[in-house]
T-cell receptor, first 115, second 111 residues
Framework: DQQVKQNSPSLSVQEGRISILNCDYT??????FLWYKKYPAEGPTFLIS?????DKNEDGRFTVFLNKSAKHLSLHIVPSQPGDSAVYFC??????????????FGKGTHLIIQP | NAGVTQTPKFRVLKTGQSMTLLCAQD?????MYWYRQDPGMGLRLIHY???????AKGEVPDGYNVSRLKKQNFLLGLESAAPSQTSVYFC??????????FGSGTRLTVV
């Protein structure tokens, strides 16, 4: 049973527009959420995170929103740039192991920024 | 400033062969993890370690063994490789339970 779900395998957005990537989770014990970005043939790199005590975190062009009641988070990228084309993974920490037992990842969304 | 280094980067194995993947980190991190990435499956945790001398099973541990004899190294072993273990393997380390630094991956093909 997948605890972190990214239901859109791919997303195409025009350069300069807003990209919105969505993520849902089922485990109410998760207390920290992260987004990772991955280019082909490279390891994932940390992008932005949010604690469950907040509902928004912003870092430059990237903003993550958390709706705990809906168990939903989203990543907004404004404006979208060609270098943003990558696979984005949503991840969650906490759960029964308290977090040290590893992050739980979604399947990823392939974001394609079109010129 | 090496971060997390994985060796080898590529490997082709025959079914039944064994091999060890090495992960080394120079950041003095306590926590280390091995994940595998398969198409359409995201990243799945194989084994992890919360400190030198400790290891624990993750989501998909069958067919793998690990060791953490030194804090900076985390080894992933395949005793008898199977085609189902064809994957890209990522090692990660962290000094907290929040957020990792990943290596660049090992692409393993079992024929």
């Amino acid at each position: 049973d997948q605890q972190v779900k990214q239901n859109s395998p791919s997303l195409s957005v025009q350069e300069g527009r807003i990209s919105i990537l969505n993520c849902d989770y089922t485990n109410s014990m998760f207390d920290y959420f992260l987004w990772y970005k991955k280019y082909p043939a490279e390891g994932p790199t940390f992008l932005i995170s949010i604690s469950s005590i907040k509902d928004k975190n912003e870092d430059g062009r990237f903003t993550v929103f958390l709706n705990k009641s809906a168990k939903h988070l989203s990543l907004h990228i404004v404006p979208s740039q060609p270098g943003d084309s990558a696979v984005y993974f949503c991840a969650a920490s906490g759960g029964s192991g308290g977090g040290a037992d590893g992050l739980t990842f979604g399947k990823g969304t392939h974001l394609i920024i079109q010129p | 400033n090496a971060g997390v280094t994985q060796t080898p980067k590529f490997r082709v194995l025959k079914t039944g062969q064994s091999m060890t993947l090495l992960c080394a980190q120079d950041m003095n991190h306590e926590y280390m993890y091995w994940y595998r990435q398969d198409p359409g499956m995201g990243l799945r945790l194989i084994h992890y370690s919360v400190g030198e001398g400790t290891t624990a099973k993750g989501e998909v541990p069958d067919g793998y063994n690990v060791s953490r004899l030194k804090k900076q190294n985390f080894l992933l072993g395949l005793e008898s490789a199977a085609p189902s273990q064809t994957s890209v393997y990522f090692c990660a380390s962290s000094w907290t339970i929040y957020g990792y630094t990943f290596g660049s991956g090992t692409r393993l093909t079992v024929v």
